[in-house]
């Protein structure tokens, strides 16, 4: 089983408890009575989803993946997606050299035996099929226990009741905060909160929308930027 070390996680600062104060103001339901803490939860994990299907990005992974040894690599369990292969990683935790990506076609016409060359603690070059996104090959083949900078796309991760923090970046807490709120007013929708609630849906794809304009202004792609 890969072991990944995810730099991601230090931005998932908001807190499942802090939230739920927050809503708890908003929905003048300090007690949970009405607004139940199971079905918070439930509709915080609905709009971990609803995020993640609008911004896949907002579940991406960056972090440190320990090689199997040989070509073959797979990705962790909660993996989709790989989406980036950066470089190396030294003995002492520093960058190593880059690996450039290339493709099993190219591989096998330019070195047909790449597969069985020796093992290298560090690898040069890696490909993959779009075919099988959670599998990738790396040559030459690897060490066992070398490690990798890679990025890639992971299914939301389930928010349970002991859960500390939600498990996404900061910047959408307020995304979630707004998408709850609007189904829980939504269950008194008949009692004329209905408006209400769809204000608090309004906010929620508002928040999303600002953010991916924010983004795509501030990418280094932007050719504005440069």
Do not use: H
């Amino acid at each position: 089983m890969p072991i990944i070390i995810n730099i991601n996680e230090t931005s998932f600062k908001t807190s499942v408890r802090d939230l739920n104060s927050r809503l708890s103001s908003i929905l003048n339901d300090e007690d949970m009575i009405r607004y139940q803490l199971a079905e918070r939860i439930d509709w915080m994990n609905e709009a971990v989803i609803a995020i993640a299907n609008r911004q896949p990005q907002s579940q991406t992974v960056t972090g440190f993946l320990q090689l199997d040894e040989g070509c073959k690599q797979i990705l962790p369990q909660e993996a989709v997606k790989l989406l980036e292969v950066r470089n190396n990683l030294n003995g002492d935790g520093s960058e190593g050299i880059a690996i450039t990506q290339t493709t099993l076609t190219e591989m096998d016409a330019a070195a047909p035996g790449w597969r069985t060359g020796t093992k290298k603690p560090s690898v040069r070059q890696f490909m993959f099929d779009d075919r099988d996104p959670k599998r990738f090959w790396v040559w030459p083949p690897a060490v066992s226990g070398s490690l990798i900078d890679i990025t890639y796309l992971r299914l939301p991760q389930a928010i349970t009741e002991s859960e500390p923090n939600l498990p996404i970046p900061d910047e959408y807490s307020e995304a979630v905060l707004n998408f709850v709120a609007y189904r829980c007013l939504m269950k008194d929708s008949e009692y004329a909160n209905g408006a209400v609630a769809t204000g608090y849906y309004q906010a929620f794809l508002a928040a999303l929308g600002m953010k991916e304009e924010s983004e795509m202004k501030a990418s280094p792609n932007n050719g504005a930027n440069r």
